[in-house]
């Protein structure tokens, strides 16, 4: 099947700060991407859909202006936690999905710890 | 709004024992179903999925049937091995696109 990888695999920051994470395609061209949030124990939660080249869908009680999505190439989607807080640690997971893939591809997650 | 429920983990089993994880859902429309399976360390896998009522969705040994009237789609394996081990997710999906999942079933083999 189709490869997604996430960088970093995990990242510890400090209150205040943004953290940045990766999401790329490496075989396939990746229209749409999504953005999943999972806590222990938990399901995934689904944080945003991307389309390439156009601004994020967020799903309802999720601030967009804390967890800012770009999808700016067909390889290539980020996350910003900005001012990430300790109740934003979490493990954050991506997916893509293409023109010529007929099912979601997930990649391995990457864990976010803000003290 | 549209959920899915799977059974609570960790579920223990010996190699060779019977699987079965427990999914059940609720959807305003006739979502597809699907099984995906994480491995540690590794991203998310689909593993089968069906679209319709009374659909067998199978792979790798494992299978669901998409049962309308009990809205379940429970997974089953007829003998699991230690490589089995792994956290089984159960999805739905309305419009293709959008999946809600359920909290995950962690599995353990032993040998």
């Known amino acids: 099947g189709a490869v997604v990888s996430q960088h970093p695999s995990w990242v510890i920051c400090k209150s205040g700060t943004s953290v940045k994470i990766e999401c790329r395609s490496l075989?396939?061209?990746?229209?749409?991407m999504f953005w999943y949030r999972q806590f222990p124990k938990q399901s995934l939660m689904l944080m945003a859909t991307?389309?390439?080249?156009?601004?994020?869908?967020?799903e309802q009680g999720v601030e967009k202006d804390k967890f800012l999505i770009n999808h700016a190439s067909l390889t290539l989607s980020t996350l910003t936690v900005t001012s990430a807080h300790p109740e934003d640690s979490s493990f954050y997971i991506c997916?893509?999905?293409?023109?010529?893939?007929?099912?979601?591809?997930f990649g391995p997650g990457t864990r976010l710890t803000v003290l | 709004g549209d959920s899915v429920t799977q059974m609570e983990g960790p579920v223990t089993l010996s190699e060779e024992a019977f699987l079965t994880i427990n999914c059940t859902y609720t959807a305003t429309g006739y979502p597809s179903l699907f099984w995906y399976v994480q491995y540690p360390g590794e991203g998310l896998q689909l593993l089968l999925k069906a679209t319709k009522a009374d659909d067998k969705g199978s792979n790798k040994g494992f299978e669901a049937t998409y049962r309308k009237e009990t809205t379940s789609f429970h997974l089953e394996k007829g003998s699991v091995q230690v490589s089995d081990s792994a956290v089984y997710f159960c999805?739905?999906?309305?419009?293709?696109?959008?999946?809600?999942f359920g909290a995950g079933t962690i599995l353990r083999v032993k040998s």
């Open positions: 999805a739905l999906s309305l419009d293709g696109n959008k999946l809600v």
């Open positions: 991307s389309n390439e080249g156009s601004k994020a869908t967020y």
């Open positions: 997916s893509a999905s293409g023109r010529r893939v007929n099912e979601q591809f």
């Open positions: 075989d396939f061209q990746a229209t749409t």
